[in-house]
């Protein structure tokens, strides 16, 4: 059986390659394709697997009523994951989100008292200014992103401080039940927030996927610099994501206040971003940027709390104890990831 020539063209004209070279080829390229495959889509085989497990080594695993308990626990860190992954696809980072969510959580309890818009929209609308006023500073000044809302961060924090005196003064939603309804209720047994949070990475998965802007921030969180020469809205689109990044987390804290009636302390949500920028690693994107997946998130944050759901009624450990295994766990992730990163990139970059 003689082996077929490959034929290659370049600025010549053909030229004809070892057939043994091009097998090589091709077999590298499919490597590739598999490792990229497992970069997307390691966190939900990774959940199957864990998923598997507990179910064979807990009892009362795989009960209903703890799936249910572990979505609705997850659903609020779900919500400013989903908005962390556009960041950190377009090359950012948002550090804010914690503080962003508090302040959300503190103003929806103020303003309940004017009725369940005022409590939706109040700290909406805050929570987007905090996004656009970071955005409109990374996008126009070229500062770092990790500084930049680092500084939100503090910032913000010290916002929901002040007016929560210091955090002496704790509001209560007056019992307005069509804005309790957000938190408490349910449909076919499972937590309005679950659903909600699922509508969020619907329709996080549709801005990503299958619109413009979505293969904008792709391409600016991949190459800025080609980004900018191909004639595309950097800055604008930038700005964007930390918009979105904001109004996720100010849904997140809305239904946080409508689910427990406010009485949130001050220092509800520290480290909440550093959460959501695990869940949004463990789903396969990278944090480099321009390479990540909105579903990917999902499974990440839902990985994050089954391990821990697992851990306390498995081995019944402390909260330092499931702090250590998490900690540990985001380290071979992040280890694999860039591991299978570099097998993925093309020779020479």
Known sequence: MTDTPVVRLDDTGPVTAPAENGGREAAIARGRNV?????????????????VLGLLIVPTFGSADNFRNVALAASFLAIISAGMTFVIISGGIDLSVGSTYALAVILSA????????????????????????????VAYTRLPAFIVTLAGLGGVRGIVFFITDEGNSVPRVPGSKAFEALGTGALATIGTPVWIALAVFGVGWLVLNRTAFGQNIQ????????????????????????????????????????????????????????????????????????VGSILGSLAGISLLFVIQNLIVQGANLNSYVQQVVSGAFLLVVVVVQATISRRVAPPGT
Do not use: H, K, W
């Open 219 to 290: 391409a600016i969180g991949g190459n800025t610099p080609a980004a900018e020469l191909m004639g595309l809205p950097v800055r604008r689109a930038t700005t964007l994501v930390y918009v979105i990044s904001g109004l996720c987390a100010g849904i997140a804290g809305i239904l946080t206040t409508a689910q427990s009636g406010g009485g949130q302390e001050a220092r509800i949500g520290d480290s909440y971003e550093l959460q959501a920028i695990a869940a949004v690693v463990i789903g396969g994107t990278l944090l480099a940027g321009g």
């Open 35 to 51: 490792t990229s495959l497992l970069l997307r889509n390691g966190a939900v085989v990774a959940l199957a697997l864990v998923v």
């Open 110 to 137: 103020q303003y309940s008292i004017y009725g369940s818009a005022a409590a939706i929209l109040v700290p909406l609308l805050s929570c987007a200014f905090v996004g656009v006023v970071q955005g409109v500073i």
